[in-house]
Nanobody, 131 residues
Framework: EVQLVESGGGLVQAGGSLRLSCAAS????????VGWFRQAPGKEREGVSC????????FYAGSVKGRFTISSDNAKNTVYLQMNSLKPEDTAVYFC????????????????????????WGQGTQVTVSS
């Protein structure tokens, strides 16, 4: 069974840091693109970042660029999202998602934005940033 499990969310003060983890079971992340999405109350889900485990390409939303870093540890079958300088507007449920990437060099910033591309999803982890 393909499963993604997020962890690492919590409550943090503005300016603080959290590291989210997305662990895969039932398949290897090695041939996949993995994305992080978030959804705040009353808002649509939005793409935050994605990384290709095929060619290492990554993209970030403008609102998090320079503050968040996505990375992948294929040996642990885990993708991380390091979040620094957190702001209250980063408060949301964060989801990781994945899809099989069969060709190198094809992901774009659109890949980060389009949640319909992803066919495996985690259950989400809550991140709350207090002011």
């Amino acid at each position: 069974e393909v499963q993604l499990v997020e962890s690492g969310g919590g409550l943090v003060q503005a300016g603080g840091s959290l590291r989210l983890s997305c662990a895969a079971s039932g398949f290897s992340f090695g041939g996949y693109t993995v994305g992080w999405f978030r959804q705040a109350p009353g808002k649509e889900r939005e793409g935050v970042s994605c990384i290709s485990n095929v060619d290492g390409t990554s993209f970030y939303a403008g609102s998090v660029k320079g503050r968040f870093t996505i990375s992948s540890d294929n040996a642990k079958n885990t993708v991380y999202l390091q979040m620094n300088s957190l702001k209250p507007e980063d408060t949301a449920v964060y989801f990781c998602a994945a899809f099989r990437q069969r060709i190198a060099g094809i992901i774009t910033i659109h890949t980060m934005e389009d949640d319909s591309l992803y066919d495996s999803w985690g259950q989400g982890t809550q991140v709350t940033v207090s002011s």
